[in-house]
T-cell receptor, first 114, second 116 residues
């Protein structure tokens, strides 16, 4: 158990819908990272938050947004869903914003768009 | 830009034997870190081992060791005494310190199958 929790574990929805994925980082970790793992794109970085502020952005679509709340949990919002958004979405956390020697991943949320 | 290359889509090994999973990287950062993760069929990402670019010794964690050759830009994972439970997808990843910040860049992965 990495100490990072993600809910829900599975999510099945239809095209055009909006969903919210939730992540709670390890106790004391201030940085949260979101990654997407899909068959065609592999594992790619979406966005990083540090202590409530956006720190870095990767290949995140405009239909996607994220935020980190004062209690440090983070949510990834996906809207106007398309079939190609079906993927495994991970969050990971580290203690600070600077590069760290470990980046622990949550169990992931498997999103299926029908 | 950072790039990780894993050239072995699939590898097979006999139980109790050692296996090496290849990873090469490209970066312009002077300081960087290299990671290996294991992803079993259940889907979770399990951190295995870390090597810093300035670490003089190769990292080891139990049966896992990282063969780091900086001049060749390679960071191969060696698994000794393979077990059936080692069957999984293995990802090499790196993070830098430049414009890419602390995000991880992953390779495409190697599917390892351990045969009894």
């Amino acid at each position: 158990d990495s100490g990072v929790t993600q809910t829900p574990k599975h999510l099945i929805t239809a095209t055009g819908q909006r969903v919210t994925l939730r992540c709670s980082p390890r106790s004391g970790d201030l940085s949260v990272y979101w990654y997407q793992q899909s068959l065609d794109q592999g594992l790619q970085f979406l966005i990083q938050y540090y202590n409530g502020e956006e720190r870095a952005k990767g290949n995140i679509l405009e239909r996607f947004s994220a935020q980190q709340f004062p209690d440090l949990h983070s949510e990834l919002n996906l809207s106007s869903l398309e079939l190609g958004d079906s993927a495994l979405y991970f969050c990971a956390s580290t203690p600070g914003s600077r590069p760290h020697n470990e980046q622990f991943f949550g169990p992931g949320t498997r999103l299926t768009v029908l | 830009a950072q790039k990780i290359t894993q050239t072995q889509p699939g590898m097979f090994v006999q139980e109790k034997e050692a296996v090496t999973l290849d990873c090469t990287y490209d970066t312009s950062d002077q300081s960087y870190g290299l990671f290996w993760y294991k992803q079993p069929s259940s889907g979770e990402m399990i951190f295995l081992i870390y090597q810093g670019s300035y670490d003089e010794q190769n990292a080891t964690e139990g049966r896992y060791s990282l063969n780091f050759q900086k001049a060749r830009k390679s960071a191969n994972l060696v698994i000794s005494a393979s077990q059936l439970g080692d069957s999984a997808m293995y990802f090499c990843a790196m993070r830098g310190t430049g414009a890419s910040g602390s995000r991880l860049t992953f390779g495409e992965g190697t599917q390892l199958t351990v045969n009894p």
